[in-house]
């Protein structure tokens, strides 16, 4: 089962870069093989703030689309996402967002999934483990982009 943990530094606010990360809406546009996503709902649930979503992702000819989700909390700092329906047994991830100072936090990301079919864990396995690993960094470009280089986000 794959299992992606990782703690990386990040030259903006937590606060900011929590914003940036809850936009799920945007992830087309800069996350590793996300090509489309929908938002199914969106709504509070005891205090938090939930969305469904259907993501599709590919990688060359091969396209796989899935359900998930994502619960908000933001007076935490913190976003879980939970598998609800696509070509995985299982798949939760977590993002917790740790304040450094007021320019600069750490995010702390948990990955963790399993495909139904062994077949299709054998030939996306290898390339679905690089583009998770590089989620952060493609959040923390993201940021720079929108932010500037170096943050200053408050």
Avoid at 20 to 40: G, H, K, M, R, W
Wanted: glycine share 6%; charged share 30%; proline share 5%.
């Amino acid at each position: 089962m794959p299992r992606i943990e990782t703690v990386e530094r990040i030259p903006h606010s937590a606060q900011a870069t929590y914003d940036l990360v809850a936009d799920v809406e945007n992830y087309p546009e800069f996350v590793p093989l996300c090509q489309s996503l929908t938002i199914l709902s969106n709504r509070e649930r005891r205090g938090r703030h939930v969305v469904e979503a259907r993501m599709q992702v590919g990688y060359k000819s091969i396209r796989e689309t899935f359900v998930s989700r994502v619960v908000l909390r933001p007076e935490e700092l913190k976003i879980d996402v939970s598998y609800i329906d696509g070509p995985f047994e299982y798949l939760d991830n977590n993002w917790t967002f740790i304040p450094v100072d007021d320019h600069c936090c750490d995010i702390d990301f948990r990955l963790d999934y399993k495909f139904k079919n062994r077949g299709l864990a054998l030939l996306m396995g290898s390339v679905f483990d690089r583009a998770f690993a590089r989620v952060v960094a493609a959040f923390r470009e993201r940021a720079d982009e929108i932010y500037g280089v170096g943050g200053n986000t408050a």
